[in-house]
Structure formats: structure tokens, C-alpha cells
């Protein structure tokens, strides 16, 4: 059967580790070769780098962190993160990384997603989704053009708003659409965000991540929220995403890799042990 | 030495890095001369069939291909390059293969999200004669996890030829083997230590390491 995924991700900044801790047998906590050589040791199934680096002349230490995974880390990595276009994919991919995770570039070039997947396969375009919940007022067509405005039903429904340049941008694109398109033009997964419950240790959000896992037919990385061991499981289950990323719970030692997965193994899903 | 195919269907950095990683020598090459020196082929890829197929024409390698493991040099064709050793595939219209294990590659055609992305169990086909001999599926347990992305599977027409099963919505055939020719549908250089251990294992049929 199919594993469940679980994915640790780590925000890398000028090639260190934003907010590296010293636990473990750690050597270097910033390094994120190192890391994530840890997070595969434990049982990660893939690992995903977020490069927040602001400057594009600090982008070479990132692809020496790729090429260095390459050689020391034997789980796929994705590497996201300022993307722009097709010769940066083509980098990052050639210095190693298994897949790259696109988002404002993606947004504002759609056709980015065509180009790429065709050029280096589906499997390595991750289209990442930062959505935000908006409160919408859907009524039904039908009884509108009946003009049975005093008896119509209206129902309010949650709908979410994607976001780009790392969630300061309101696009007024419907995540869900935006998805079924991102698939459409050759996506293989999708990395979805929910910037209302992003670092809120709260939850995934459950509702965004099943619309948008029930919407498309490639796989669902929920994003966002996870606090508990039950958020995991819920994202998973509830929320049928195909698997769960995680920063801060695996990053400040909350719980290991290896407990997350006995845990989700012991609630009945699969799980790599 | 151990060649590694280069034939520009994608990065081909990671299998080196994995074979080297269990003691052997690389050398990743797409002149035919080289790849008559080498102990053993290995080739990798990810993409589409007709583009791989038309690729190994261009480059003149089908030849080289087809003579080594004529000469019983042990070859490893991963994800795609595992899927080309086939007959025939219905990626995108009908392709022939290179045409060493008879059969054909078919797409999925279940409900179930496509492609089939992510960690799944193999079963290995105890039965089966050249395994025993080969050694390649040694010390794997029934119900280790590998990696796999693949939309499309291979058949052999011979059942014998299917090392080690995998599941997804239906059976497939995870590994197949036909005398020293072999096929992973799975991505061993990206399935952390069992992954390395069927490298290792690969190596030692080579004899590249002891």
C-alpha cells in the first residue's frame, strides 16, 4: 500500500538554517545538509528546502546546499523558494534536487508549469498554493434568474483567496480553481498552504486541504498549522491529504520523525516504518 | 567501473552519488567506447518513453546497449530506463523499446491519483530462478518501502521475469530480471538504506565491489 508521507521542511537562509537549534548529536544545527540528513535518518520521507534568501547573489550557497544533499542525502528533496523561471528550475534540478516548488512565478506565468513539466516530467513540479479563507456569499444561479430573490437560499461557503510573493499579495484567484488549472497544466503535486493557520501550531486547515485533495487527481501536501501529532493524522485522514509538511514541530524537537510515524501507524495509516 | 548512461533524460547526479556511496566506481558517459570498457551498464532517466527511446537513437547507443548485455554484462535500467528494456510502450501513442524482455508498457488505469508518487511496499516473487542466482533483491525483507513516480508499468509477457510485485489499485511488476538485464520501476538512489542496499547488491553481481 501507499505510504503516507510525512515531510519536514526547512527554511534556509544565505545556505544556514533559519533558527538552528542544538539538539541531538548535531554538529553544525545550521547546517541544513546536515539536517536533513538527520530527518532521513529518522524515517522523513522526503525533505523540502524553503530558500528564503533575499538576495540573488547569496543563490550559489543554496545550490551548493543542493548538490551537497545530493551526495550525502538518498530521499528525494524539493527545493523551493524564489523561482522564476525555467533556467532557474533547470538549475536547482541539474545540482541535484528531485523536485522544485513553484508559487508567485507560477501565478504570474501559468505557463511556467506547462513549459517545465514538459521539459523535466511532472513528477518534479510542485506547484505550492499559499491560500487564505474568505468568507463568500454563493447563491444559487437558478433561483436568481427565477428573480425568487426573497426566497433564495444563500449559503455562506468557505472559499480561499491564493496569495503570492510569500503571502503579501492578494491575487483574487480561487485556490481551488488555481489548482485544478495548476494540475491541468502539468503540475505533479501540490503544496498547499493555508496562511491562516500557518504558525499557529492550531491545525491544518482541514476544510481547505479536503476541497482542494478532492478537486484535483495529483497529490496534496497539506501545509500549515501543525502543533500536535493529532493534526497530522487529522490532514491525512479528515483532510485526505496524500501527505503533511511540517517546520516547527520537527524542527524544535517537539516530536521526532520516527514518533510522528509510530503515532500515525497506531491510529491505522500507513506509514514507511 | 560502473557506466552510467547519460542520454539527457534528467539528472542523472543522484544515482551516481548512490552507486559511489556503496564502494563503487562511476563513470557517467554517453561515448559508446566507454561504455564497451565498463563492467557494467546503468541506465537511469526519468521522462517520457518516446523521448528516451529517441534520445538513445540519436546518440547512437542502442547499439552499445543491446551488445553489452548481449556479452551477459550486467545492466540496470531504472524508472524509465527500466520501463525502455520493454517491447513496446503506450505512452503517448505506440513506441517501440529496446526490446530486451518482451512485453509492454501500460498506464495505470485506476481511480486512484496518477502518478503513482510516494513510498510503497515490493513483495518479491520467491519463486523465481534468476533471482535466486542474481542476488539482487538480497536481504531486502517482504514489505520494505521504496520510492516510486510513475504513471505507466511494465508487463512481461513471461510471469518468471517479475522479480518482486508491487501494489497499486492492482499488482505490477516493482522489479523484473531477465538473465543479467535488470529493471526497478522504483527509484533505489532515492529509497534511503534498502534503496542503497539493492545498489550495493547490484554492484556485487558487477563485481565492482566485493
Redesign the interface.
Known amino acids: 500500500?501507499?505510504?503516507?508521507?510525512i515531510i519536514p521542511c526547512l527554511d534556509v537562509k544565505d545556505g544556514r538554517v533559519v533558527k538552528g537549534i542544538n539538539f541531538l548529536n548535531l554538529k553544525d544545527a545550521g547546517d541544513p545538509v546536515e539536517q536533513a540528513a538527520i530527518y532521513?535518518r529518522e524515517g522523513a520521507?522526503e525533505v523540502v528546502f524553503l530558500d528564503i534568501t533575499a538576495s540573488f547573489e547569496h543563490r550559489d550557497t543554496m545550490l551548493k546546499v543542493v548538490?551537497r544533499t545530493?551526495?550525502k542525502v538518498?530521499?528525494?528533496f524539493t527545493v523551493g523558494g524564489g523561482i522564476r523561471n525555467l533556467a532557474d528550475i533547470e538549475t536547482i534540478?541539474?545540482?541535484?534536487a528531485?523536485k522544485v516548488s513553484i508559487n508567485t512565478a507560477a501565478v504570474k506565468n501559468p505557463q511556467l508549469i506547462k513549459r517545465a513539466s514538459r521539459k523535466?516530467?511532472?513528477?518534479?513540479i510542485v506547484v505550492a498554493i499559499d491560500a487564505k479563507r474568505k468568507l463568500q456569499v454563493t447563491s444559487h444561479k437558478s433561483q436568481v434568474k427565477k428573480k425568487n430573490m426573497g426566497h433564495e437560499t444563500c449559503n455562506l461557503q468557505p472559499a480561499w483567496e491564493v496569495y503570492i510573493y510569500g503571502g503579501k499579495k492578494p491575487t483574487g484567484i480561487d485556490a481551488i480553481q488555481w489548482a485544478k488549472q495548476a494540475e491541468k497544466l502539468g503540475a505533479?503535486?501540490i503544496l498547499l498552504t493555508s496562511m491562516d493557520k500557518d504558525g499557529t501550531q492550531s491545525g491544518y486547515d482541514l476544510k481547505l486541504t479536503r476541497s482542494i485533495s478532492k478537486s484535483v487527481?495529483?497529490?496534496v501536501i497539506a501545509s500549515g498549522g501543525a502543533g500536535k501529532l493529532e493534526h497530522l493524522y487529522a490532514a491525512l485522514s479528515q483532510g485526505a491529504a496524500?501527505?503533511v509538511l511540517a517546520a516547527s514541530i520537527f524542527h524544535y524537537g517537539t516530536y521526532t520523525v520516527g514518533q510522528t510515524k509510530d503515532y500515525l501507524a497506531r491510529k491505522g495509516l500507513t506509514m514507511?516504518l | 567501473m560502473i557506466a552510467l548512461i547519460d542520454y539527457k533524460m534528467?539528472?542523472l547526479?543522484?544515482v551516481a552519488?548512490?552507486l559511489e556511496?556503496v564502494g563503487a566506481e562511476v563513470t557517467v558517459t554517453h561515448e559508446p567506447a566507454k561504455l564497451r570498457r565498463a563492467q557494467a551498464l546503468v541506465l537511469p532517466g526519468?521522462?517520457?518513453f518516446s523521448a528516451g527511446m529517441s534520445n538513445l537513437r540519436k546518440m547512437k547507443l542502442i547499439t552499445p546497449i543491446k551488445e553489452a548485455i548481449r556479452a551477459g554484462k550486467p545492466f540496470l535500467g531504472i524508472c524509465l530506463g527500466a520501463q525502455l528494456l520493454f517491447t513496446e510502450s503506450e505512452e503517448h501513442g505506440r513506441h517501440l523499446g529496446l526490446g530486451i524482455i518482451p512485453g509492454r508498457v501500460v498506464k495505470f488505469r485506476s481511480a486512484?491519483?496518477?502518478?503513482?508518487?510516494?513510498?510503497?511496499?515490493i513483495t518479491k516473487v520467491t519463486s523465481h530462478k534468476s533471482q535466486d542466482i542474481s542476488g539482487l533483491l538480497n536481504n531486502i525483507p517482504d514489505g520494505a518501502?521504496f520510492?516510486f513516480?510513475h504513471s505507466y508499468y511494465v508487463k512481461p509477457k513471461k510471469k518468471d521475469m517479475v522479480l518482486a510485485l508491487s501494489?497499486?489499485g492492482q499488482k505490477f511488476a516493482a522489479v523484473v530480471g531477465k538473465d543479467n538485464t535488470f529493471g526497478i520501476q522504483f527509484?533505489p538512489?532515492?529509497?534511503?538504506?534498502l534503496?542503497?542496499k539493492i545498489l550495493e547488491n547490484f554492484c556485487r553481481i558487477c563485481g565492482e565491489i566485493k
Not at chain 1, 523535466?120 to 518534479?124: A, E
Open positions: 500500500m501507499l505510504a503516507k508521507r532521513s520521507d548538490r545530493a551526495e538518498f530521499i528525494p534540478l541539474r545540482n541535484g528531485d523535466f516530467g511532472n513528477q518534479c505533479g503535486e487527481r495529483i497529490p496524500d501527505a514507511r | 534528467g539528472n547526479r543522484s552519488k548512490a556511496a526519468v521522462g517520457a486512484l491519483k496518477i502518478p503513482h508518487m510516494g513510498w510503497n511496499t518501502y520510492y513516480v501494489e497499486y527509484h538512489e532515492k529509497s534511503s538504506e534503496g542503497l
